[in-house]
Structures are given as C-alpha cells and as structure tokens.
Nanobody
Framework: QVQLVESGGGLVQPGGSLRLSCAAS????????MGWYRQAPGKQRELVAEITSGGSTHYVDSVKGRFTISRDNAKNTVDLQMNSLKAEDTAIYYCRLRAADYTYYWGQGTQVTVSS
C-alpha cells in the first residue's frame, strides 16, 4: 500500500507563486516517475509535469517556463514550484506516482485558486 500526501495549495493572486509538495510513504518499490496532474471544473484531468527517477522532466506547454518540478529520490518526495500563476491555473492538483510495473497511485488532491 502506497500513500501520497499533498500540501501547499491555497489562494494566490495572479502573478504570484505557490509551491506544492507530495510525500510518498508505504510499500514503495521501484518508482519510475512522480508527477502532478490537475483538474479544473468541467475539464478533464491533465498532466502538468512529471519527473522520472533519472531526472528527466516533462511539462505541459501551458506551464513551461513558469513551473518547475523537482524530486528527492531518497525521501520519495516531489515538489512543484509554480510561478507567474494565472487564473487558468486554478484547479485541484493531484500527485501521481508511477511504479516500474506500471502501477499508479494518486494523492487526494490540493486546491489551487488564482484570483484577485
């Protein structure tokens, strides 16, 4: 059993910054990648950013240059630094862990609201 706990969401003004953190615990073996997804009201969940155990990163085009994903393999944590936030970044952000055997685990989600 793997548990993912997110933290760091909240309300921020446009142009502001937030840092999301996700900690994985439990029976963790062979993590391939950890990442962040988001789901806005009425929209499908989408990948925001992902980082592999080797450090390769992938970002959705809309956040490139504004968001940075980082990972601590020893601590099984993944962070998402979000800068220059826009109203369209408002969503529930979910942490996801992908194991080497293609098993996926999800966190409960944390709300990010960008509004003046």
């Amino acid at each position: 059993q793997v548990q993912l706990v997110e933290s760091g969401g909240g309300l921020v003004q446009p142009g502001g910054s937030l840092r999301l953190s996700c900690a994985a615990s439990g029976s963790i073996r062979n993590i391939y990648a950890m990442g962040w997804y988001r789901q806005a009201p009425g929209k499908q969940r989408e990948l925001v950013a992902e980082i592999t155990s080797g450090g390769s990163t992938h970002y959705v085009d809309s956040v490139k240059g504004r968001f940075t994903i980082s990972r601590d393999n020893a601590k099984n944590t993944v962070d998402l630094q979000m800068n220059s936030l826009k109203a369209e970044d408002t969503a529930i952000y979910y942490c996801r862990l992908r194991a080497a055997d293609y098993t996926y685990y999800w966190g409960q989600g944390t709300q990010v609201t960008v509004s003046s």
